[in-house]
Antibody, heavy 117, light 110 residues
């Protein structure tokens, strides 16, 4: 079964750092782009960026460039999304998704990140 | 960055047909087409249609996608209670070199 499994929910304070993960299985992890998508409470989907685990080629949405870092470790079929200094406005659900034919075809279950003092 | 425009809500009766629209421009929907996603409350999105209007395995034939110019459409026939969800379109924008999502449409089955 093709699936993406994300790390669990996080509760952090403003200014803290965080790295969440997305592990792929059931397919060739290095052959598909992986995207990260933010969904703030009660809001729509926002594209953050993508990475090609085969060579770690990474592209960012201008809205998120410099705010987050996307990386991957192909040896363990895992992609990451990290923040160096969280803000309250980073509170959201974060999804990873595989990209096939320019569509987000397989989604992780989501990681809820709550940033509160 | 610019997104794709969808009507906020659509309400139709049980077993009726709903048509959802997604309007972009010549750099995204008009050039590459749009994919469609369904999201039930509290769940991750699920792909209903690739941008060439093909359905992934396991997706009901009641969902069909099409495109005319810069507007993509998703038609849901024989509406069922389980079709109540939020629906999003997505596309690659060649001018922005970015993926863009639609604003989302909430479908209510009366």
């Amino acid at each position: 079964e093709v699936q993406l499994v994300q790390s669990g929910a996080e509760v952090k304070k403003p200014g803290e750092s965080l790295k969440i993960s997305c592990k792929g299985s059931g397919y060739s992890f290095t052959s598909y782009w992986i995207g990260w998508v933010r969904q703030m409470p009660g809001k729509g989907l926002e594209w953050m960026g993508i990475i090609y685990p085969g060579d770690s080629d990474t592209r960012y949405s201008p809205s998120f460039q410099g705010q987050v870092t996307i990386s991957a470790d192909k040896s363990i079929s895992t992609a990451y999304l990290q923040w160096s200094s969280l803000k309250a406005s980073d509170t959201a659900m974060y999804y990873c998704a595989r990209i096939e034919r320019d569509a987000f075809d397989i989604w992780g279950q989501g990681t809820m990140v709550t940033v509160s003092s | 960055q610019a997104g794709l425009t969808q009507p906020p809500s659509v309400s139709k009766g049980l077993r009726q047909t709903a048509t959802l629209t997604c309007t972009g421009n010549s750099n995204n929907v008009g050039n590459q087409g749009a994919a469609w996603l369904q999201q039930h409350q509290g769940h991750p999105p699920k792909l209903l249609s690739y941008r060439n209007n093909n359905r992934p395995s396991g997706i009901s034939e009641r969902f069909s996608a099409s495109r005319s110019g810069n507007t993509a459409s998703l038609t849901i026939t024989g509406l069922q209670p389980e079709d109540e969800a939020d629906y999003y379109c997505s596309a690659w924008d060649s001018s922005l070199s970015a993926y863009v999502f639609g604003t989302g449409t909430k479908v209510t089955v009366l």
